[in-house]
């Protein structure tokens, strides 16, 4: 099948599954904030959804907004992200950008360009701004959506995914869909749920037809 074509397809089909199964997370309701989704995407790096939603509630009471998150010394946050792992490093990315934030008086600017030049602004998280506070088709590209599109297309050109040409053009243009959250939430879940990193569950696959991880190993 011809890429965009089959792209397409992914989409279509990605979006009927999520109708079905997706994952309730509180950064995902309705009335979820532009902070709460970029405060979740912060926790949510390198660790399981279902455990930062264990998480979650109770830090966002403490930490209900830009000042409150400011008004915290980094050693605090540290502590209070014990608990969810990686605390070092989350401390230091949330102080700083709530110390930004609260320069701005907790709006964002409206371009990446200028959320670039924040302090550990990585390209993750610029890309999460991109999704939730401009509206924009950006990848949420992670290891789990880098396995689900390798699985379903070709191998990485590099080990890094965030410097791979082949990956990066092909999560961009999977996301170039008019429900950018949702596409992006599809392929993750689908990928925690389906196209697991170990024992995929190739035989419950929706689009099973159309993957070449399938295809090579499976018929």
Not at 178 to 202: G, M, S, Y
């Amino acid at each position: 099948m011809e890429v965009g074509l089959k792209i397409t397809y992914l989409q279509t089909e990605l979006l009927k599954w999520f109708n079905q199964n997706q994952r309730n997370f509180p950064w995902r309701e309705e009335n979820a904030g532009h902070y709460d989704k970029i405060i979740s995407e912060v926790l949510l790096q390198r660790t399981k959804a279902e455990r930062v939603a264990e998480f979650y509630p109770a830090f966002i009471k403490k930490y209900p907004s830009w000042l409150e998150l400011a008004n915290a010394s980094q050693e605090q946050l540290e502590m209070d992200l014990l608990p969810l792992g990686l605390h070092k490093q989350r401390g230091k990315r949330l102080f700083r950008l709530a110390q930004e934030m609260k320069k701005r008086q907790g709006i964002f600017p409206t371009s990446r360009d200028v959320v670039e030049e924040f302090p550990m602004m990585g390209q993750y998280i610029a890309n999460a701004f991109e999704i939730f506070i401009l509206g924009k088709p950006k990848p949420l590209l992670d290891v789990n959506m880098a396995r689900f599109l390798e699985r379903q297309f070709e191998s990485r050109r590099k080990a890094d995914i965030r410097h791979d040409p082949f990956l990066q053009e092909l999560a961009h243009e999977i996301v170039y869909h008019p429900k950018v959250p949702e596409i992006n939430w599809a392929i993750l879940d689908f990928a925690a749920l389906i196209c697991t990193a170990r024992n995929p569950k190739c035989e419950n696959c929706p689009v099973g037809g159309v993957c070449n991880y399938f295809s090579n190993n499976l018929n």
